[in-house]
């Protein structure tokens, strides 16, 4: 392949996203679901048949993959590779401005800052705390390249993390995914998605509204021990008064 046979093909996916609407709707496939046609374009707030020329381009394009149940067409990301590719396009856009409105919705977008769910994983300041604790803790090491180290591996085994799953699987194990809101890595790779789901059936998370993640108050306490982080840093950040959008 040529580089301008490469830079075509960049420029052709770029296109894709160049459009805010079927942006946003990366964006909201990223909480790991499949959503029908109609719900994602009342979600992008555009008609439906603008909705389906987009996702049809999506899907050419290789971003999306469709299942077809009845009259229902569902669409979800094409996989963990595009989920981070998205999520790292949002992490290198400008900051968003603080919310305005309400205090409802001041309130929805800091519990999404705090946690919430990239694809498969955990993301914002809870999943970035995780990540600097096992750096921190030897757990893991991005010496030569992030890698879990002998020490990861017995705290995954000891967590109850199916890790045999782990080594045989096509999945890179660990990968650092830019954190769009935190602006630094939080855990991707299978090991992050075995972790998300391992600390769902321990009760520590749950799922809150749409990809938001609330940290339970048994789960506060247990992670705080396993991460070996004093119990405070893992607490919510207040959330911000909503702004009048005056300075």
Do not use: K, N
Request: hydrophobic share 40%; net charge positive; with cysteine.
């Amino acid at each position: 392949m040529t580089a301008g046979t490469e830079g075509r093909g960049m420029a052709e996916l770029a296109a894709l996203l160049a459009d805010g609407t079927r942006a946003g709707i990366c964006v909201a496939l990223l909480d790991g679901r499949a959503w029908t046609a109609g719900e994602l374009a009342r979600r992008a707030g555009v008609a439906p048949s603008t909705a389906s020329d987009h996702l049809t381009r999506l899907v050419r394009g290789g971003l999306l993959v469709e299942e077809r149940q009845g009259r229902h067409r569902y669409l979800r990301l094409a996989g963990p590779s595009v989920a981070q590719l998205i999520e790292d396009l949002a992490g290198h856009a400008p900051a968003a401005p603080p919310p305005t409105g309400s205090l409802r919705a001041a309130t929805a977008t800091a519990a999404l800052a705090y946690a919430r769910t990239c694809y498969d994983h955990l993301a914002g300041r809870l999943g970035v705390l995780m990540y600097d604790a096992l750096l921190a803790g030897g757990r893991l090491d991005r010496s030569s390249g992030l890698a879990l180290t002998a020490d990861g591996w017995a705290w995954a085994t000891e967590l109850g993390v199916p890790v045999h799953l782990l080594r045989t699987g096509r999945r890179p194990v660990v990968r650092d995914c830019l954190d769009w809101t935190e602006r630094r890595p939080h855990l991707a790779g299978a090991l992050g998605a075995a972790l998300c789901r391992r600390f769902t059936d321990l009760g520590w998370i749950s799922q809150g509204t749409g990809r938001t993640i609330r940290l339970t108050p048994t789960g506060r306490v247990a992670l705080a021990e396993t991460l070996d982080v004093p119990d405070g840093t893992l607490a919510p950040a207040p959330s911000p008064a909503p702004s009048s959008g005056r300075a």
